[in-house]
């Protein structure tokens, strides 16, 4: 494998996540978890757990998991607009400069950004190197594909996550972890981060032995409700049914 380029700073950081779990702890607009309280809940219930980092969406959300847990914190803004036509109406991942430096202004040691062709287009190396140049915290550049991958790393960003592959018109979906695109990053001497439809222990042990320096997991620990619908259609029949 191929040496990564050396980060300026945050070394001690990635030191304490390597081959460990981070968890996300966020809820969508309307989502019995949404509230504050809420994700404060989920951000307690990960650090008791053993996760040894927190990803949480917006500064509000900062500020809940930096009041609640000394963990790390990645930290994302999501964004949603009429204006731009993403696959399947998902929202954009801290696509501006502005809020990248809020969520480090915050308190985020790390910031996701995303780095994929369906946002930037063309200036998607553009806007890395614009998020490097405003915040000195380390930066976790999200993508869909390895070509986004490679292109984020060579703007600056000191993280690759596979978090948008399979959600965006350039990743077709698919059922599991884009492990493929974990190794492809990995052996090309890119710090990897395995996110995305990680919903086993199995699935996790599997990403770091693919090259990711650490996992992430959301849904699969912190939503009931897609946990319960799961478990709904394999049953079949539903509420209704008899």
């Known amino acids: 494998m191929s040496a990564a380029t050396p980060i300026q700073g945050g070394g001690d950081l990635l030191r304490q996540l390597e081959a460990r779990l981070v968890v996300s ?14 994700i404060a809940a989920l ?3 990960a650090d ?3 996760a040894s980092g927190l ?3 917006g500064t509000d959300g900062v500020t809940v998991a930096r009041t ?31 809020d990248a430096a809020a969520l ?15 946002l930037h287009g063309d200036r998607l190396a553009a806007h890395v190197r614009a998020v490097r140049a405003a915040v000195a915290n380390l930066i976790l550049a999200d993508v869909s594909t390895l070509e986004e991958g490679l292109a984020a790393q060579a703007a600056g960003a000191d993280l690759v996550g596979t ?4 959600y965006t018109a350039d990743s077709p979906p698919r059922p599991g972890p884009d492990l493929a695109l974990v190794e492809a990053l990995a052996t090309r001497g890119v710090r990897t981060v395995a996110e995305g439809r990680i919903s086993t222990p199995g699935q996790g042990r599997a990403a770091l032995d693919a090259g990711a320096l650490f996992i992430v997991v959301g849904g699969a620990i912190t939503d009931p ?18």
């Open 68 to 98: 609640v847990s000394a963990l790390p914190v990645i930290g994302l803004q999501k964004r949603w607009s009429s204006r731009r036509s993403l696959a399947n109406g998902r929202p954009a991942i801290t696509p501006s400069v502005e």
């Open 48 to 50: 008791q757990g053993g």
């Open 163 to 166: 978090t948008l592959s399979g």
């Open 25 to 38: 702890c966020q809820a969508p607009p309307g989502h019995p978890l949404a509230e504050a309280s809420s």
């Open 225 to 242: 409700r897609a946990r319960t619908a799961l478990f709904a259609a394999a049953l079949g029949a539903g509420r209704d049914g008899g």
């Open 104 to 118: 480090a202004a915050a308190g985020a040691q790390i910031i996701a950004i995303e780095a994929t062709r369906e």
């Open 55 to 57: 990803r949480v969406n």
């Open 43 to 45: 951000c307690r219930c």
